[in-house]
């Protein structure tokens, strides 16, 4: 691909528990293009969210290299790597892990007091990614007033409130109906024609027909097209 803002170099992971290794992914080489659209796919268990966090800066491989932006995230302590991530990359994952406690623009405002962005400047930017994502009505509601659908909408204006490069998400519409799929859908595609890189891991069929590109995993490889 041309212009890859994600590349990873014969990555390797491996689990250790007790005496027993397990590979997750075996010398996977992949890139993905700036302001693609791409989805993960394969079977359960053969490496794709592995990978997802491996790109995503969320675990280490144990060989290997993963470049975001140009930057080998294996080089980086976790100070930096945290600093990375919380620049360029948003996080969708599947159960919403929305803060029960706090209202829907509250948990928007959470990336953003990691990020030390002033306090007035969160209320305002938090409000407005609420209302991107359809749910100006719904700023000072919890999670428990909320449908699945909308719970994943926040979700999705939490991972936008430092303005990433790269949306990185785990079956983000595993557990909506079809309407509520359809929305987050039509959200994430308007998001890709702004410029953002869309990167989903997916068992679903009609997610990854939607996509530019797909990259499939199984026994922790790439399967080429």
Not at 111 to 127: D, T
Not at 185 to 206: C, F, P, Q, S
């Amino acid at each position: 691909m041309n212009s890859a803002l994600i590349r990873t170099e014969n990555v390797a992971k491996v689990y250790e528990s007790g005496d027993i290794s397990t590979a997750a992914l075996r010398g996977v080489t992949m890139e993905i293009a700036k302001g693609s659209f791409t989805c993960i796919v394969g079977p359960s268990g053969h490496g794709k969210s592995t990978l997802m966090h491996l790109i995503g800066g969320l675990d280490r491989p144990t060989a290997g290299s993963v470049y975001v932006d140009g930057t080998d995230l294996c080089c980086l302590d976790n100070r930096s790597l945290a600093r990375l991530r919380g620049g360029k990359i948003g996080f969708v994952f599947q159960f919403f892990n929305l803060l029960p406690g706090l209202t829907a623009k509250e948990n928007v405002e959470t990336s953003m007091m990691l990020s030390g962005v002033p306090e007035k400047e969160q209320a305002a930017r938090s409000r407005e990614l609420l209302a991107l994502v359809g749910l100006a009505d719904k700023a000072d509601s919890k999670p428990s007033q909320l449908s699945g659908g909308q719970q994943q909408r926040v979700a999705i204006a939490r991972a936008l409130a430092n303005d990433p490069d790269i949306l990185l998400m785990d079956e983000p519409t595993g557990n909506l109906d079809s309407a509520a799929e359809k929305e987050v859908m039509e959200i994430l595609h308007a998001l890709h024609r702004h410029g953002k890189t869309i990167v989903i891991v997916t068992h679903n069929n009609d997610i990854a027909g939607q996509a530019e590109h797909i990259i499939q995993v199984k026994d922790g490889q790439i399967l080429l097209p």
